[in-house]
């Protein structure tokens, strides 16, 4: 995992060190917050602060949380739910439209059409202002 990390360093000079075995990075627009860790064989939250949902939950679902957050892990299929442990960081790394990163067997990649994580098996989401989904 060093070595990874390593290599993730000299690749994105701006990319923070790995703190407590998680990466945190955000798109350009500052709209999509994410973090990748090694918790639970790889895990990725991303959270979207801004969005048009069109994501199936009852508004009272939500009511008091601050936005929505989309899950992915190294094994299983994505998953969705109202933000209650945000991962948004300002001062995290801007992953930059048209680049990736993959860390625990996930791969994000930045588009400005938004932010799309997956694993290795497939399983993933998308997030943009204007739409969200699983696959």
Do not use: K
């Not at 639970?40 to 009272?60: S, Y």
């Not at 929505?68 to 739910?81: K, V």
């Not at 694993?119 to 989904?133: I, K, L, M, P, W």
């Amino acid at each position: 995992m060093r070595q990874l990390a390593l290599s993730l360093l000299l690749m994105f000079p701006g990319l923070p060190t790995l703190a407590q075995g998680h990466l945190a990075f955000h798109a350009p627009s500052g709209n999509i917050h994410c973090r990748i860790g090694s918790e639970h064989g790889g895990l990725a939250q991303c959270d979207i602060i801004e969005f048009t949902p069109n994501f199936d939950l009852p508004e009272e679902y939500c009511r008091g949380y601050e936005g929505f957050s989309f899950f992915i892990d190294s094994d299983n299929e994505a998953w969705g739910t109202c933000a209650e442990n945000r991962v948004a960081d300002p001062a995290s790394f801007v992953l930059e439209y048209d680049h990736q990163i993959t860390f625990a067997g996930i791969t994000c990649t930045s588009r400005r059409t938004g932010m799309t994580c997956e694993n290795e098996a497939g399983h993933g989401f998308h997030v943009s202002r204007a739409r969200q989904e699983l696959f």
